[in-house]
């Protein structure tokens, strides 16, 4: 394919589903006139724009800041969520890393905890449930105390940090092969676990969260490392070692 | 020209007397809902951002019914999200001289008198309890190394006062937010309700009672009836098309409630961020903000020359224009953000701005010779990877480049102190209101007001309202919700209808583009009347000829931005009435005709020192101009001076 004015074309086989009990399949496009700087997702809105005006129905796909921190997008390319790079969302990935005529496949991302609704659009709620079985500190409004009064070790700080920062977007999942939430909910447990706020409720969170994650249909985590490998934000495997070693003390602790 | 001040429906309710004590006053004589009487009522609040996330939560952690409605797939995601640098608090733990007073006073500055004293008063007292909060709910603040919180200085002050948590302080805040809110989901106190669009506002005996909401899911419409109604949806600089804000931010459910009877405040009042990555093809969907923090160690320059074409690295320290540093010596590059944004668009239209003619240099070469690679990288790395992915530059070797870019909405809907709309029982929270910012927000000061409005504010003023008694008990069977269904479902129909040949996103586009000429960074009557005749043809043009694929009865991307862009052509409309109206230069409203000899904001508090508050009255063109004076009792309005 050539390159005019330095734009690039793309043949895409896009997943297509029109509803979470509809038959999906594959389906090529071909897309052309786009900029090596344009991101993954504004590829796919002008190629929504063809379609539009071809008189089709545009590919639907979710998306929300495009700077890569509301976890909104995610979708697998080339068999890896938020496509080839590392610590990058799909929002975030850029065309240049595709060679011009280069065959892109997009899909959505998949694990039975998260039904497709509609092509590359899954329902992701069941991290939320997760998240409400004790993901937080329990503290009313209002009733806070001096924020200086509890010291933190920065290196503490910055450490909650490095696990506060998982987006909730879902790859972790996407990648695993038995489809296991652990990164996230091991990002939280952690976060919260080495925060002097998160230790009132340390055992009972933990417990109540990795219940809930069995409940919701996640798989067991069997040490693959796709999940690191496939995170936007850097959430090391050491989050889901804590998860463990939390859980154990936890179950020792409560005796069930 | 006339004042209707006297009308009640624009009675500020801030309380007089010394503007220290109002706040406390005036919750002192609130009214009180009892605790077994607070499960009787049910609260709608419409958004999951800071402001919707952290009310949510709040008031059913009191004991109230809420329902709680998200425009994402999970509340984690609303736009809040974002915001990079941090939040202001006058703590003084540095002891740089920090104060409710100051922060109080910056505020009021910084907005260039166009704010409500009373309000920003209180959201710096109550600052100093969201940090508190925050920390509680193990948000990870940045510390040092003795365990206390960090801070850091921010656009437009001259102090430390702003906290952070990398550069993701929005998306932490928002996190401890949401771990409130779905502890109280878990616990029953919040319904939630995700993927859902508020589309009409119910109103009942003159009261705010309910929404109609789209399910974006099945398309399916559905009623929520309430006692009241929280609207906590965010801004609009989306109008622009291109801006900071995420692609799904709009204006549909204040505009909505704008039609209804709400009235809208200082429409024209946008936020243009200095520092964003400057637009590089027509096909671009947003544009990135850089955070406001990466001035405390950039410094912003253009080469000397107009049209000079060189590498950065290869322009003389003494071919280069350190303009901020030049033209605003004392708070030099730290300077406010519509400063910031007009001195980089004068240099550019000198024909001096780099790369594509619209942007200017960040520099950090500096601040790393000075303070070393690793600092840098652990103040900003984050930021810099964001910009290196962006742009495939790397501002450790080369300059960044910035351009201003819309950014944050100070208009919004007119609440008076008790962030209620003039329709009883309308409240408005976070950016969907108009009250603290004025005509120009400081940095770290958004985070700010959401959480101060949902945490500290809402659950007194909620209480009083809903004390005050007269409440009928309504369900979603009575008419006004039949009414409010069926004109939603006849405008979903018709532009489902339409069947035209152009896509929505073009029309967007043509939109936005005028707007950011004509209503954006600089505005003059000639251009402003010009607009107002160009979206007026483009509107009609839109009714005829916008093509919608699909059905209303399924997931349908292209017709839920239908409707928000139908919205939008009627706000650019009036956001150019707005600003053709307010014959003077302030914040980031800057009127060509009224500019100081040097070229700065002339402001004229003899006649314009009012919010403008608009009335829907049928069509756009003829809505009614309602004015809230402001006065200035504790600041004393003054030029704004940062050199």
């Known amino acids: 394919m050539s390159t005019r004015n330095g734009l690039r074309s793309y043949s895409l086989k896009i997943w297509r589903q029109a509803g979470p009990d509809k038959p999906g399949n594959l389906v090529d496009y071909a897309v052309s006139g786009i900029h090596p700087d344009m991101s993954f997702l504004e590829m796919l809105d002008q190629l929504n724009q063809d379609i539009v005006c071809a008189g089709g129905e545009p590919v639907a796909f979710d998306s929300d800041c495009r700077e890569g921190i509301c976890g909104t997008c995610g979708i697998v390319i080339d068999g890896r969520p938020h496509g080839p790079l590392v610590n990058v969302t799909a929002c975030n990935l850029r065309m240049r890393e595709f060679p011009d005529g280069a065959a892109i496949v997009a899909e959505p991302f998949r694990a039975k905890a998260f039904p497709i609704v509609k092509d590359l659009v899954i329902d992701r709620s069941a991290l939320d449930r997760v998240i409400q079985h004790g993901g937080y500190v329990s503290i009313n409004v209002g009733s806070a105390a001096e924020a200086n009064q509890m010291p933190i070790p920065k290196d503490i700080a910055e450490q909650a940090m490095d696990s506060a920062a998982c987006i909730g977007c879902g790859a972790c999942v996407a990648s695993c092969p038995n489809a296991s939430a652990s990164l996230f909910v091991g990002a939280k447990i952690r976060q919260m676990m080495l925060l002097p706020q998160g230790k009132a409720e340390r055992t009972r969170r933990v417990l109540e969260m990795v219940q809930q994650m069995d409940a919701e249909g996640f798989g067991d985590c069997s040490n693959h490392g796709e999940c690191e490998a496939a995170c936007p934000k850097a959430i090391t495997l050491e989050n889901i070692a804590t998860m463990r070693r939390e859980y154990v003390r936890a179950a020792l602790k409560s005796g069930c | ?643």
Request: proline letters at 3%; a neutral charge.
């Open chain 2, 1 to 643: 020209m006339a004042t209707d001040n006297t009308e009640a429906k624009l009675d500020s309710r801030a309380p007089s007397g010394p503007v220290e004590t109002s706040w406390e006053r005036h919750k002192r004589d609130a009214r009180l809902v009892s605790p077994a009487n607070k499960r009787k009522f049910t609260i709608i609040v419409v958004g999951t951002g800071l402001a919707g996330g952290s009310a949510a939560a709040s008031l059913a952690e009191l004991g109230y019914n809420v329902v709680n409605l998200c425009i994402q797939d999970s509340p984690r995601r609303a736009h809040s999200v974002a915001a990079q640098g941090g939040i202001n608090a006058a703590k003084n733990y540095p002891n740089d001289g920090d104060s409710v007073f100051r922060l109080f006073y910056d505020t009021v500055k910084g907005g260039d008198f166009r704010a409500r004293e009373a309000n920003v008063y209180r959201l710096a007292q109550e600052s100093v309890n969201i940090i508190d909060q925050c920390v509680a709910q193990g948000v990870p603040f940045a510390r040092e190394y003795g365990g206390m919180l960090a801070n850091r200085s921010f656009g437009g002050a001259q102090v430390s006062r702003t906290f952070y948590a990398r550069g993701q302080t929005g998306q932490q805040l928002l996190l401890g937010a949401y771990g409130s809110l779905m502890r109280q989901v878990h616990a029953g106190g919040v319904k939630m309700f995700p993927r859902r669009e508020m589309l009409d506002l119910v109103v009942i005996d003159g009261r705010a009672r309910g929404v109609v909401c789209r399910n974006l899911v099945t398309g399916a419409l559905e009623r929520y009836a309430g006692d009241a109604v929280l609207l906590c949806t965010g801004g609009y600089s989306t109008v622009f098309f291109l801006s900071t804000n995420a692609v799904n931010s709009n204006a549909t459910a204040a505009w909505r409630c704008y039609k209804r009877g709400a009235y809208f405040a200082n429409p024209c009042f946008t936020q243009i961020h200095p520092t964003c990555i400057p637009r590089v093809g027509e096909q671009q969907s947003k544009l990135t903000l850089m955070s406001e923090s990466l001035r405390n160690d950039g410094r912003v320059w253009v080469p000397k020359a107009a049209g000079d074409k060189r590498l950065p690295g290869q322009i003389a320290e003494s071919e280069r224009d350190y303009f901020l540093e030049r033209m605003y010596p004392a708070f030099g590059n730290l300077v406010p953000r519509d400063i910031a944004s007009r001195a980089a668009k004068l240099v550019c239209d000198e024909g001096r701005g780099v790369g594509s003619g619209l942007a200017v240099y960040l520099d950090f070469s500096d601040a790393v010779k000075r303070l070393g690679k690793e600092t840098i990288a652990d103040r900003y790395g984050n930021l810099f990877e964001m910009y290196r992915e962006i742009t495939n530059h790397d501002p450790y070797e080369t300059p960044m480049q910035i351009y201003p870019a819309p950014h944050y909405t100070m208009g919004g809907l007119w609440v008076d102190y008790n962030l209620m709309s003039t329709i009883p029982g309308l409240h408005v929270l976070g950016e969907a209101n108009f009250s603290d910012h004025g005509a120009n927000r400081l940095g770290a000061s958004a985070l700010m007001q959401g959480l101060c409005d949902g945490y500290f504010v809402i659950p007194h003023t909620l209480g009083h309202y809903l004390a005050g008694g007269g409440l009928v008990s309504v369900s979603t069977d009575h008419a006004a919700f039949a009414e409010a269904e069926t004109r939603v479902k006849e405008q979903v129909g018709k532009l489902l209808a339409i069947g035209g040949r152009k896509s929505v996103r073009e029309f967007h586009y043509q939109l936005g583009t005028l707007l950011w000429d004509r209503v954006g960074m600089a505005r003059n009557a000639t251009g402003l009347r010009g607009a107002i005749e160009k979206i007026r043809a483009m509107r009609d043009e839109f009714w005829n000829n916008v093509r919608v694929p699909g059905s209303g009865e399924d997931f349908n991307k292209e017709l839920e931005m239908a409707g928000r862009v139908a919205d939008y052509f009627e706000l650019g409309e009036l956001m150019c009435r707005d600003a053709l109206e307010r014959e003077e230069s302030c914040g980031c409203h800057f009127r060509e005709e009224y500019r100081t000899e040097e070229g700065e904001c002339k402001r004229d508090d003899e006649r314009f020192s009012f919010v403008s508050a608009w009335e829907y009255a049928g069509r756009t063109g003829d809505a009614r101009l309602h004015r809230e004076p402001l006065e200035f009792d504790t600041v004393h309005l003054a030029t704004r001076q940062y050199k």
